[in-house]
């Protein structure tokens, strides 16, 4: 690594991690930042030294050393980058049941202050409402929040919007998977998104990954499409690819601020706790991760995107290779034509 802007890889090609002006209609950017693997890429070593939080991390049944950097580092990522998925919203509410700001207003609160307003972000709804079931001690348990309308607007839409205001330019709604012998039948989940929907603020930002590829079908996309609800692309574990999320929606956006999300998340077939263990430390790629069709399909539905006059984020995740930056530069170079 030679200085914050520019790296060389071992076959001596640069890379700059410059991703603002791709294209007026594409947004580059990351699933959580403040990772200190992206020192010398993305951050300035000598900013942060000695303020580098530390933490184990148990990940399955190994624990990792992560280094974290604070809260302001999020200023130079968006030298870098257009668009920051903050996922950490998705593991509490921002308000508790007696309005009260919990831990992770705070934290948003903090990241609010060096967040500007050409800057974009996107975040993710807390689990509390979004999914069918909630991890209670070693086992899962249903929701009894599950897609309340009234818990979403007060405990975390009210203060999000308050806080971010334009910046914020997307909500995701991620759904776990579901086995097989547990789904509920797809037209039952359709008519929860209708009821919810139907019962929370209109907006233009709302998405939803479902991470069961069954669900992916003509019930619940017409929901999304009644109520323009964008539908989360997701290179996922248990998803198929890209190009057959889309096809399956027969290519239709249906998010009525003409804005789609890609989430490169993890390699297909690879388990979370296998992705997070051959990234860790996150400060290169890891090249067997690299899965060649989930670069081709991001690059050819960002160019459908600016055919359809839509706004497209790609929002990279450590785990799906081993190192975002990286391979957004290899995200970017395949759309330039650099590659």
């Known amino acids: 690594m030679k200085n914050n802007n520019t790296s060389t890889s071992s076959s001596g090609t640069r890379f700059q991690f410059k991703f603002r002006d791709l294209h007026p209609q594409i947004f580059m950017g990351t699933a959580s930042d403040r990772y200190a693997g992206w020192m010398d890429q993305i951050y300035t070593r000598t900013r942060y030294k000695d303020r580098i939080t530390r933490r184990t991390k148990k990940v399955?049944?190994?624990?990792?050393q992560e280094e974290t950097l604070p809260v302001e580092s999020v200023t130079e990522y968006f030298e870098h980058f257009s668009v920051l998925e903050i996922d950490y919203t998705f593991y509490s509410l921002l308000l508790d049941p007696d309005g009260q700001p919990t831990k992770n207003f705070h934290v948003l609160k903090t990241y609010a202050q060096y967040i500007s307003e050409k800057d974009r972000v996107v975040l993710k709804v807390p689990q509390a409402i979004s999914a069918q079931k909630i991890r209670h001690g070693k086992s899962f348990v249903a929701n009894a929040n599950y897609l309340d309308p009234e818990i979403f607007t007060k405990q975390f839409y009210q203060p999000a919007t308050d806080m971010l205001g334009a910046s914020l330019t997307g909500?995701?709604?991620?759904?776990?998977?579901?086995?097989?012998?547990?789904r509920k039948?797809?037209?039952e989940l359709a008519t929860e998104f209708d009821r919810f929907f139907?019962?929370?603020?209109n907006d233009t930002r709302y998405h939803v990954e479902l991470r069961t590829g069954a669900y992916?079908?003509?019930?619940?996309?017409?929901v999304f499409e009644k109520h323009g609800i964008g539908q989360v692309l997701s290179h996922w574990?248990?998803?198929?690819?890209?190009k057959n999320q889309l096809a399956a929606a027969e290519g239709k956006n249906f998010n009525a601020g003409r804005h789609r999300i890609i989430r490169l998340m993890t390699p297909h077939g690879m388990r979370y706790e296998d992705a997070y263990a051959q990234a860790f430390p996150f400060d290169s790629l890891v090249q067997e991760m690299i899965q060649p069709e989930m670069i081709q399909d991001t690059v050819d539905i960002m160019r459908q995107g600016i055919e359809e006059n839509l706004e497209t984020s790609i929002l990279i995740n450590n785990r799906s290779g081993g190192n975002?930056?990286?391979?957004a530069e290899k995200i970017a170079g395949a759309f330039s034509g650099r590659v």
């Not at 399955?60 to 990792?64: I, P």
């Not at 139907?198 to 603020?201: C, E, R, S």
Request: hydrophobic share 45%.
């Open 185 to 187: 039948p797809v037209q």
């Open 324 to 327: 975002a930056p990286l391979i």
């Open 60 to 64: 399955g049944r190994a624990n990792f």
């Open 171 to 182: 909500m995701i709604f991620e759904q776990e998977y579901q086995r097989k012998n547990e």
């Open 216 to 222: 992916l079908s003509p019930p619940v996309f017409a």
């Open 198 to 201: 139907d019962a929370i603020p």
């Open 237 to 242: 574990t248990w998803l198929p690819r890209l």
